[in-house]
């Protein structure tokens, strides 16, 4: 046998939420590359909330299934190279799986810039980022002194999206989980409000932080949450759809919401979908700007990482739960 090569297996699928007991560390043999393919060696994994929601069925990707290893996408260094353009050393972005070691075709390893903290190519430079940037000021499009309202607030896209609009000068208001999280949103990150989801009287709470409704919603989470926000518009208000992370981890999600579609006509709203790759063309630009706000102190990047494969259900189980404060990250080698 070759040199060892650890992998996590998502063993069964979830009946109702997510558990570590879902999968299983597997050990094999470390790959080879063949013509056109590279080996590369894991460094980071990022942890996304639609980790989660590609068991429920396909979405813009195919359903995982039962017995495969967990689908993921990392940072990742080129060891060997039988592609064109890849030279061992180089560091990529890529959908390695939760393995160490990974063979793909070269065309599918998405060379990166090797600026330290590697970490925010994951974050603020990844798809967390560019999520937050071209949701809120592309689709959301805030004004000056627009009232502004994220969901998941505390979560990888939220800190950003909801400092992206403190920047363009609007009052923002987040809804996350748990008091102390609300508190560091505020002390922290800047938020003018944060209103804890757990609580209850989400509705009435929204209405009071934004008594002249909510210009922009910006909506992580679906759900009650998005029934809160969607009573309380101001009339042309945007909701942008980035997901939703309340009907992931269960069994059918949450009902509702209610509203739809009479509020939507009398408001005049705008509701938009999106998936990050749509604005694939403006990445560059959008990318210079979020790196100036990040260089002048603008724009802090919240990180939570851990380390060690084996830790990876564990750490995606606790992101569902709302354990994580920013972009989780778990560091494999
Ligand atoms: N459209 C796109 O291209 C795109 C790209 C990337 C991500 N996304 C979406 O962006 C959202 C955030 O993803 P992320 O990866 O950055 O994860 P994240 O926000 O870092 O983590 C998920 C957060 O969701 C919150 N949450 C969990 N269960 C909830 C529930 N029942 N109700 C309300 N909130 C709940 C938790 O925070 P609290 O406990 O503090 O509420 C948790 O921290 C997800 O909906 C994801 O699908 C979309």
Known sequence: MGPPNRQIVLETLPEGRLSPANFRVEETERPKPREGEVLLRVLYITLDASNRAWMQGPTYRAALKPGEVMYGRALAEVVESRAEGLAPGDLVFAESGWREWAVMPGRLAQKRPRTPPLTHLLSVYGISGLTAYHGLLDLGRPDPGDAVVVSAAGGAVGTLAGQIAKLKGCRVVGVAGGAEKCEWLVRELGYDVAIDRRTGGLRAALREACPHGINVYFDNTGGEIFEGALFNM???????????????????????????????????????????????????PALAELRGWVESGRLKVVEDVSEGLAGLPAALVGLLAGDNRGKRIVKVA
């Open 234 to 284: 101001a009339n042309h208000g945007r909701i942008v759809c980035c997901g939703g992370v309340s009907g992931y981890d269960g069994l059918g999600g949450e009902p509702g919401p209610r509203g739809v579609p009479g509020l939507i006509v009398t408001k005049r709203l705008t509701l938009s979908g999106f998936i990050v790759t749509d604005f694939a063309q403006r990445r560059e």
